[in-house]
């Protein structure tokens, strides 16, 4: 199990904006898939947490992210099985100790392609994402040094671009999961 504390500013943008961004930022660019999970009463959702399955590359990871003053705590258990994640020892101890009893189920699923490109402050994300029939796309700026200057940084690479940077978009999973078919 892995926790950090995440701090990340995000932006939706258009295709020709990310596309100037993918250009001038050449990184790594790989495929993901976000699997998210909630159980039928939206108990995560209610306390504001997310939880998702992520595979990429030869990676299966499940993570948590729990709300705090500053960013969110996320809790991450790597090299996951999809099929029995929740029933993992860890997993289910972690789920009990946060209060989350009855089954989580699957609830939607977002693929991006994800190009990052390391900045002085941070890490640029630069999303193509694609759900329910709908494709958007989204700058994020994942800060892993001195918030101040990672705003700032993050300011300036947008204000290059014609974009300014007010507060984050939805995300991922909210945006995911408000577009769902209903059942």
Do not use: W
């Not at 990429?56 to 500053?70: A, C, G, N, S």
């Not at 029933?87 to 990052?116: C, K, N, W, Y």
């Not at 990672?150 to 995300?171: H, N, Q, T, V």
């Amino acid at each position: 199990m892995k926790q950090n504390v995440e701090i990340e500013y995000k932006l939706l943008i258009n295709e020709a904006q990310y596309n100037g961004l993918v250009a001038n930022f050449p990184g790594e660019t790989f495929s993901q898939t976000n699997f998210y999970f909630d159980n039928r009463d939206n108990q995560l959702k209610k306390r504001s947490i997310s939880c998702r399955i992520r595979t990429y590359l030869d990676q299966v990871e499940l993570t948590f992210k729990i709300p705090r003053k500053k960013g969110k705590d996320e809790v991450t258990f790597e090299q996951v099985d999809p099929e029995t994640a929740f029933t993992r020892s860890d997993v289910a101890f972690f789920m009990a100790r946060m209060g989350i009893i009855s089954p989580l189920i699957h609830q939607g699923t977002l693929e991006t392609i994800r190009t990052t490109y390391k900045c002085r402050y941070g890490l640029l994300c630069i999303d193509k994402n694609m759900y329910n029939g709908i494709t958007d796309y989204e700058v994020e700026y994942e800060v892993y040094k001195n918030l101040k200057k990672g705003l700032i940084e993050f300011r300036d690479i947008l204000a290059f671009f014609g974009l300014s940077y007010i507060k984050d978009c939805d995300s991922k999973i909210k945006r995911c999961l408000s577009t769902a078919p209903l059942d």
